[in-house]
């Protein structure tokens, strides 16, 4: 299965900032899927990421807040825009296991935004 | 689109003792898969379930998929301190291709 290498793993940022995650696949994916998850709370997914295309956004997610890069099929970033401490959450990027049916995910960005 | 809902919330589990949590959906599912996510981790992938009935095993981890697929459990047996974590059941959207769509999860603690 996939292997990703979820960067920064946690950071802490002043409100008004932004902070970009990156998600880097040891073999090429077609999509690859970011999701938050705020404390103590399940995943919700952010937005899907195919490549050559603009992401699609969940409902409550837009992309002035969240723009997603996918400039090639193994590498994507999420950028998380004038923050405010509400946006302080894991952030996980996942694509498709299509050896074992799963989805593989990061490791995760841990974000304080103070 | 689909909802899930994940029972217990939160288990409080005994070293030894058996548990089980329950994903129960008011439609029918075409499959379900289970995560774990240890305390500080990120969720890793264990099971897919897709026939009706189906029963799988991972050594003291039993996964089941209700005959009508509108309900899957997982049943661990003599639990173990590595058991604690979140386990979420999850399922494919029906709204858009590869679109996962997580139960709110159950947390375990175990107790030694």
């Known amino acids: 299965s996939a292997v990703i290498s979820q960067k920064p793993s946690r950071d802490i940022c002043q409100r008004g900032t932004s902070l970009t995650i990156q998600c880097q696949v040891d073999?090429?994916?077609?999509?690859m899927f970011w999701y938050r998850q705020q404390p103590g709370q399940s995943l919700t997914l952010i937005a899907t990421?195919?490549?050559?295309?603009?992401?699609?956004?969940e409902s409550g997610f837009v992309i002035d807040k969240f723009p997603i890069s996918r400039p090639n099929l193994t590498f994507s970033t999420l950028t998380v825009s004038n923050m405010s401490p509400e946006d302080s959450s894991i952030y996980l990027c996942?694509?498709?296991?299509?050896?074992?049916?799963?989805?593989?995910f990061g490791s995760g960005t841990r974000l304080t935004v103070v | 689109g689909q909802q899930v809902m994940q029972i217990p919330q939160y288990q409080h589990v005994q070293e030894g003792e058996d548990f089980t949590t329950y994903c129960n959906s008011s439609?029918?599912?075409?499959?379900i898969q289970w995560y774990k996510q240890r305390p500080g981790g990120h969720p890793v992938f264990l099971i897919q379930?897709?026939?009706?009935?189906e029963v799988k095993k991972q050594k003291r981890l039993t996964f089941q998929f209700g005959e009508a697929k509108k309900n899957s459990s997982l049943h661990i047996t003599a639990t173990q301190t590595t058991d604690v974590g979140t386990y979420f059941c999850?399922?494919?959207?029906?709204?858009?291709?590869?679109?996962?769509?997580f139960g709110a999860g159950t947390q375990v603690v175990v107790t030694p």
């Open positions: 996942s694509v498709e296991d299509w050896v074992n049916y799963g989805y593989t």
């Open positions: 999850a399922l494919f959207s029906t709204d858009s291709w590869g679109k996962l769509q």
């Open positions: 990421a195919n490549q050559g295309s603009e992401a699609t956004y």
């Open positions: 439609t029918t599912l075409s499959n």
């Open positions: 379930l897709v026939k009706s009935g």
């Open positions: 073999s090429q994916v077609t999509m």
